[in-house]
């Protein structure tokens, strides 16, 4: 019996990335739904569920992605409320690779430093996405966390939001450009900091971190230029550089890309499945970086 995965994509296009990545975790058939929204979750769902009898329900699954993981989630939570009884499928989301890329480098980083278990951690631009999953997986597992962000209330509002489903300690500073750079860090004094932030914009000069006292590792998710952490090449995977282990956007994505093939594949070993964030990094903890 055939493997299908329905993609539901909320861009009016469904990515292409996300359906070779499909191919290659092992699905034997891709079947896309761009422009989908939360209304439409039901009968596609249903059109799964009731094909199939519920002992061969694994091999049909469910991919959520599309640029905007807000309205990701409200698809899983739809999808999720579809299932009943037997009739189950399992299901992945992972909207603009929010979760895999956050799970990728919090497993990174974890490794480099060891044991996070207190450990003071940086997320600068922590209200995105993959800041907030970042964030949150870094305080689950026992890091002090603070997230940056350019305006307070959003600061505070991502606070409540990463407290409210991951739990741990999280605080927040105010990062409105890179000259503040050095005065947060000399605040934080992180051992470990993360970008998160957007695509071709520096917000950690190399002065404010290199050789910075108790700084151990400095992760970039920025791939395009300026990069996000200034001295960071985007292929740093483990460099030392000014006393601190690197990591870059391509170092990180390597490991990424397995991370989320192992959990398409994931999904078709059983019916019942739900890869978030939490399980993603439960399977990325078994994988090989």
């Known amino acids: 019996m055939k493997k299908l995965l329905l993609q539901l994509d909320s861009n009016r296009l469904a990515s292409a990335f996300d359906e070779v990545v499909a191919y290659d975790g092992g699905a034997d058939v891709v079947m896309q739904r761009g422009g989908a929204t939360e209304a439409d979750v039901r009968d596609l769902i249903y059109g799964c569920i009731f094909t199939r009898g519920p002992k061969d329900l ?3 699954a469910v991919f959520i992605g599309g640029s905007d993981m807000a309205i990701g989630e409200k698809m899983l939570a739809a999808a999720q409320k579809t299932l009943f009884g037997p009739f189950k499928i399992s299901m992945m989301l992972d909207s603009n690779g929010s979760n895999t890329t956050a799970v990728a480098a919090v ?5 480099a430093v060891r044991d996070v278990r207190g450990k003071k951690i940086l997320v600068t631009a922590g209200t995105g996405p993959v800041g907030l999953r970042a964030a949150g997986l870094f305080a689950k597992a026992g890091a002090v966390v603070t997230i940056t962000s350019r305006k307070e209330e959003e600061g505070d509002k991502a606070r409540t939001a990463i407290q409210s489903r991951f739990g741990g300690a999280i605080a927040v500073e105010c990062l409105r450009n890179a000259s503040e750079a050095a005065k947060v860090l000399d605040a934080v004094r992180p051992d470990v900091v993360l970008n998160t932030g957007p695509a071709g914009v520096l917000l950690v000069p190399k002065a404010a971190w290199s050789n910075r006292q108790g700084l151990a590792v400095a992760c970039d998710l920025n791939a ?6 200034e001295g960071i090449e985007v292929n740093d995977d483990g460099k030392q550089q000014g006393g601190v282990t690197t990591f870059g956007a391509i170092g990180v994505g390597g490991f990424k890309m397995k991370v989320h093939k192992a959990s398409i594949a994931r999904l078709f070993e ?9 399980t993603i990094a439960e399977l990325a903890a078994g994988l090989p970086a």
């Open 58 to 60: 694994n091999n049909t």
């Open 107 to 111: 497993v990174k980083i974890t490794r």
């Open 224 to 229: 395009v230029p300026p990069l996000g952490i």
């Open 270 to 278: 059983r019916n019942d499945a739900v890869l978030d964030a939490e």
